[in-house]
């Protein structure tokens, strides 16, 4: 646990960039740090972006929202509709599978960005088609830090 004392140290040094070259309904995610058991993604979301309906596959996830709002829908697993939750500026969230499901939207016009730390690392989950209204196992994909922003 010293690695993720060290990590989360030199997260208060972060300096966010204005742009993540980010487009109109459009996420990234920027793995930042990572050790035995866990790892610390960077989100960034642009306006009209969404994940779908998903689990985390056994992983604890915790959320911070470190620029801009973000809205989460959280959902049973059959999935049914649960409550809507505004994720302000500095807000911390928690959720694993015994929790449920839920879906991250960024219904607003400016770039949101996000920190999220999971413990284990989550390198798929499993989400929800909302056309054929089944679960499908999906891998998740990390952008390379592309010099967006230092720390
Ligand atoms: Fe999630």
Known sequence: MNEL????????????????NIQEGERKRYKYAEGKG???LLMVWGNN???????????????????GN?????????PIYQIE?????????????????HQIVNPFQSVA???HLYSPSICNCNVYDENSK?????????HSFEGNFVK
């Open 70 to 78: 973000l809205v989460e829908r959280c959902f049973d697993k059959n």
């Open 38 to 40: 866990w790892e610390i």
């Open 49 to 67: 972006s969404q994940t779908p309906i998903h689990d985390h596959n056994g992983s604890k996830g915790w959320i911070r929202i470190i620029k």
């Open 5 to 20: 004392a060290l990590a989360l140290s030199t997260l208060k040094e972060i300096k966010i960039e204005e742009s993540f």
């Open 85 to 101: 939750k505004l994720l302000g500026l500095g807000t911390d969230s928690y959720i694993d599978d015994s929790i449920g499901t």
């Open 134 to 142: 089944k679960w499908q196992i999906q891998n998740l994909v990390n």
């Open 113 to 115: 960005v996000s920190l």
